[in-house]
């Protein structure tokens, strides 16, 4: 069983407001991602990290941004909200870069008004 | 660069039928292959991978064989249940010389409805 935790799971907030959207692990993983989903169910990658103090974007450019500053805590900020990031966001981890599995936290539904 | 291409859903079987869900992967290299599942309101869950050719993936009576010759590892089960009803994600990885994989790359998901 994957220990993963995402909040909020759900939030609904209005154009310009700052959000973070929190993703812990307590697997002592090495490696976290975070995949944006859109309604038509496609993953996409949009930002990940190999470890403390490291941070790498991914195959798709967001305007939010990630801090890695503990091994467990890897949290994903939108300085300023708009609808068009209406969206799931999705945070994975992984043990490390032999050990490919990604385990998946239960996800947080955007909707920007 | 990788790419996953699987089928488009949904896919409506009734309840006991055989399922197969076609997904085939470009790679420069030698990548793991993995089968998500995730059901409503949920994150994605790992179903089953394989990480070489020729090896098979299996859980919870669903099977996918890794095939290097034709670049597939199509999802089978053999009697589904409404409880299998949920949207069905083939993925990717591939390691790096020097480096770790950089995700995953997922197909765009099939959504499998199974009606009693």
């Known amino acids: 069983e994957a220990d993963i935790y995402q909040t909020p799971r759900y939030l609904v907030i209005g154009t310009g407001k700052k959000i973070t959207l929190e993703c812990s692990q307590t697997m002592g993983h090495d490696k976290m991602y975070w995949y944006q989903q859109d309604p038509g169910m496609e993953l996409h990658l949009i930002h990940y990290s190999y470890g403390v103090n490291s941070t790498e974007k991914g195959d798709l450019s967001s305007e939010s941004t990630v801090s890695r500053i503990r091994t467990e805590h890897f949290p994903l900020t939108l300085e300023s909200a708009r609808p068009s990031h209406t969206s799931q966001y999705l945070c994975?981890?992984?043990?490390?870069?032999?050990?490919?599995?990604?385990?998946f936290g239960p996800g947080t539904r955007l909707l920007v008004l | 660069g990788n790419s996953v291409t699987q089928m488009e859903g949904p896919v409506t079987l009734s309840e006991e039928a055989f399922l197969t869900i076609n997904c085939t992967y470009t790679a420069t290299g030698y990548p793991s292959l993995f089968w998500y599942v995730q059901y409503p309101g949920e994150g994605l869950q790992l179903l089953l991978k394989a990480t070489k050719a020729d090896d098979k993936g299996s859980n919870k009576g669903f099977e996918a064989t890794y095939r290097k010759e034709t670049t597939s590892f199509h999802l089978e089960k053999g009697s589904v249940q409404v409880s299998d009803s949920a949207v069905y994600f083939c993925a990717l990885s591939e390691s790096y010389s020097g480096g770790g994989a950089d995700g995953l790359t997922f197909g765009k998901g099939t959504h499998l409805i199974i009606q009693p």
């Open positions: 994975a981890s992984s043990e490390s870069e032999v050990e490919e599995t990604q385990y």
